[in-house]
């Protein structure tokens, strides 16, 4: 079958090939049939180091298809069923999961990192984040393939499978963000607009887009923003939407030091910061121990949104079928397996009009 193959950490690109196979599926694993793949930065920080991954191994863990077969103890699920899939199955019963933070479940997610989910010949090749939906077919745990109705487009669901969740999760499940708020989120791509559109189902009443890109500030307010700015102009802008006071919730979708001290330095006293972005380990924010205590901000890291996949999959099918959640609208581009890495380079250049990218695999 066809794979994007990555050689080595530090690649630039991709190898498309036709001669890799995935694993056989376990008693509690599925066989997916791959329909559509989303592009996500996470996916450039996997080839260059940011985040970990192994190599060689399949890219892609935005995704949505059709199960094609399960394993002997899989009861929930039976091929032709549609599916998302999630890079964090949850396994139900680590000290994660039964405490209701299963997006914190590590069991799977260790086992990416030593168990491949594919081979090009006697090559093992790695799944990154234990997918790989840059595949025609992927294999994964039962537990990490999300039922959806059939009605919903592939494309569609699988913005979901990463973005979306991250995105709007970040405000509902991380900050809880209250009606009638103010809100402000710096950075405006896939998951950012995600971000806004959260806050807009939340009830924010004040949702400021911050982007040193200013092309994309027209598509912020189109997704839930009151006002966008750039970063320079974000002090100015804070001191009159919220009367020289700070925002009450501030949400960094970036993931650099500076941002993220953006972020606490534009929320109230007693506000929350929520760090929503993926950054590296060697990056060091620095804050002093006399502002931590004397102005009293909730720092949040927010990890996957804080989602629980199966029951918030389900909610954020419920907003787009209400309306609430425009989800056809964040695709900017359609692209074949072929133009993978197109979408790749586009994506790392900073194009002003990409908000997600999908690639129809099938």
């Known amino acids: 079958m066809r794979a994007a193959v990555l050689n080595a950490i530090g690649d630039d690109e991709l190898e498309l090939r036709d001669d890799v196979t995935t694993v056989d599926p376990g008693p509690h694993e599925v066989r997916i049939g791959v329909r559509a793949s989303g592009i996500c930065h996470s996916d450039l920080s996997a080839m260059d180091?940011?985040?970990?991954?192994?190599?060689?191994?399949?890219?892609?863990?935005?995704?949505?298809?059709?199960?094609?077969?399960?394993?002997?103890a899989v009861e929930h699920l039976t091929p032709g069923d549609h599916v998302t899939v999630s890079f964090v199955p949850p396994c139900g019963s680590c000290p994660s999961c039964l405490r209701g933070e299963p997006n914190l479940c590590a069991v799977h997610a260790i086992a990416a990192f030593s168990s491949p989910r594919f081979r090009r010949g006697d090559t093992p090749l790695f799944g990154y984040g234990g997918l790989g939906t840059f595949a025609d077919e992927v294999v994964v745990p039962a537990s990490g393939a999300i039922k959806v109705d059939p009605d919903v487009p592939f494309e569609t669901a699988a913005l979901i499978a990463c973005g979306v969740l991250t995105g709007v999760g970040a405000v509902l499940n991380t900050a809880r963000v209250q009606p009638g708020s103010t809100v402000v989120v710096i950075g405006c791509g896939g998951v950012g607009v995600s971000v806004l559109q959260g806050a807009r189902l939340a009830g924010a009443t004040t949702i400021v887009a911050v982007d040193p890109v200013t092309a994309k500030h027209d598509v912020a307010k189109r997704f839930g923003a009151t006002h966008a700015t750039t970063p320079e102009g974000l002090e100015e802008l804070k001191q009159t939407v919220t009367a020289h006071e700070g925002f009450d919730y501030a949400f960094d979708v970036v993931g650099l030091p500076a941002t993220i001290r953006s972020a606490w330095d534009s929320a109230r006293r007693g506000g929350s910061v929520v760090v929503v972005g993926a950054g590296k380990a060697?990056?060091?924010?620095q804050f002093s121990a006399q502002e931590l205590f004397l102005h009293d901000k909730k720092i949040l890291g927010s990890f996957y949104g804080s989602a629980h996949v199966h029951r918030d999959t389900a909610r954020m099918i419920s907003f787009w079928r209400a309306g609430l959640l425009d989800l056809d609208?964040?695709?900017?581009?359609?692209?074949?397996?072929?133009?993978?890495?197109?979408?790749?380079?586009?994506?790392?250049?900073?194009?002003?009009?990409?908000?997600r990218q999908v690639v129809t695999v099938a």
């Open 49 to 72: 180091g940011t985040l970990p991954a192994l190599a060689p191994g399949v890219v892609g863990h935005e995704g949505a298809g059709e199960v094609l077969q399960v394993g002997s």
């Open 282 to 285: 060697d990056a060091m924010v």
């Open 329 to 355: 609208g964040m695709i900017s581009r359609r692209l074949t397996f072929a133009e993978i890495n197109d979408g790749l380079a586009t994506l790392r250049e900073g194009s002003t009009d990409v908000i």
